[in-house]
């Protein structure tokens, strides 16, 4: 693994969701919303009903709406586990302007 990448697994309560290496996450943390990248310091937080974004390391961008659950992050390697997810779409970066 690079380490420009993670290790991103997101699992649901019934049934996988997402996983591979990713260039960055944006949660929908409890407290607002928070991004994860490569290198980032241990973290465990509790996150909301809201929109998950997986960036991977090809620019692509795989979007969940996600119920509550929660997220684990240490030695880039990033956990999240909620009650239910939904894909929204999957679009390079450059499609979305970001």
């Known amino acids: 693994m690079s380490a420009a990448t993670m290790n991103v697994n997101i699992v649901a309560s019934d049934h996988p969701v ?19 990248l490569p290198g980032h310091e241990p973290v ?12 991977d390391p090809e ?3 795989h979007s969940f709406e996600v119920t509550d659950g929660f997220i684990s992050f ?19 970066v450059e499609e979305t302007g970001l």
Do not use: C, F, H
């Open 18 to 36: 997402w996983s591979g290496e990713a260039k960055s996450v944006t949660i929908p943390a409890y407290s607002g919303g928070m991004g994860i």
């Open 59 to 61: 620019g692509t961008k």
């Open 44 to 55: 465990l937080t509790v996150i909301r009903e809201g929109d998950l974004v997986v960036v």
């Open 74 to 92: 240490d030695s880039n390697k990033l956990t999240v586990v909620i009650e239910s997810a939904r894909s929204i779409s999957n679009q390079t």
